[in-house]
């Protein structure tokens, strides 16, 4: 299995509303992502897992909470979002500690996100 | 501080033209590079890579070579196809930093 499976795909939510976005991979990588991805611009990178403990948090906004329940697994919980919030959020994989130099990162699909 | 700078685009070609995607780049020490690829409604996937310096990455018939002398990772195909058609980012990789992106391409490919 080489796949890092996201969902939803698509997700429409008010601004006040809770919401969770799910990834799950099964490549027995130790590492994992959330980015952000505007429309025809590059992702942003807004989180990082390392054997599941936070080791990189981009500035991120608190309306966004990352969780790592195990090495499989991550989940972005989502509250009290603003429109500007709207975007592509994708995750990704890597073997180990996502700051080796020549690691390939695995994507997922990406949950498309509209915040009304 | 590192960064990528890849050129802009749209870049609009007929199929089997031939294709190149300029890349250059910034940084202290010896980075590794990479072309990622996203095509419409799906993430990102890796297309090549290259770790040290005159390195040649290829895959799917794509070609970038890594010249630390111009600090550059161009992206090429010598024929490129309808299904070529997608966003192509440069990417920089260093211990210690997340990956850097460039601003990406898009490629449009006619019939």
């Known amino acids: 299995d080489t796949e890092v499976t996201q969902t939803p795909k698509h997700l429409v939510m008010g601004m006040t509303n809770k919401k969770s976005l799910k990834c799950e991979q099964h490549?027995?990588?130790?590492?994992m992502y959330w980015y952000k991805q505007k429309a025809k611009k590059p992702p942003e990178l807004m989180f990082v897992?390392?054997?599941?403990?936070?080791?990189i948090n981009e500035s991120v906004p608190s309306r966004f909470s990352p969780e790592c329940p195990n090495s499989s697994l991550l989940n972005l919980h989502l509250h009290a979002l603003q429109p500007e919030d709207s975007a592509l959020y994708l995750c990704?994989?890597?073997?180990?500690?996502?700051?080796?130099?020549?690691?390939?990162?695995?994507f997922g699909s990406g949950t498309q996100l509209s915040v009304l | 501080g590192n960064s990528v700078t890849q050129m802009e685009g749209p870049v609009t070609l007929s199929e089997e033209a031939f294709l190149t995607i300029n890349c250059t780049y910034t940084a202290t020490g010896y980075p590794s590079l990479f072309w990622y690829v996203q095509y419409p409604g799906e993430g990102l996937q890796l297309l090549l890579k290259?770790?040290?310096?005159?390195d040649k990455g290829s895959n799917k018939g794509f070609e970038a070579t890594y010249r630390k002398e111009t600090t550059s990772f161009h992206l090429e195909k010598g024929s490129v196809q309808v299904s070529d058609s997608a966003v192509y980012f440069c990417?920089?990789?260093?211990?210690?930093?997340?990956?850097?992106f460039g601003k990406g391409t898009t490629l449009s490919v006619s019939s």
């Open positions: 290259a770790t040290k310096a005159d």
């Open positions: 990417a920089l990789g260093q211990a210690g930093t997340a990956l850097i």
């Open positions: 990704a994989s890597s073997p180990r500690q996502g700051t080796t130099t020549n690691e390939k990162l695995f």
């Open positions: 490549m027995g990588h130790r590492a």
């Open positions: 897992y390392s054997y599941e403990k936070l080791s």
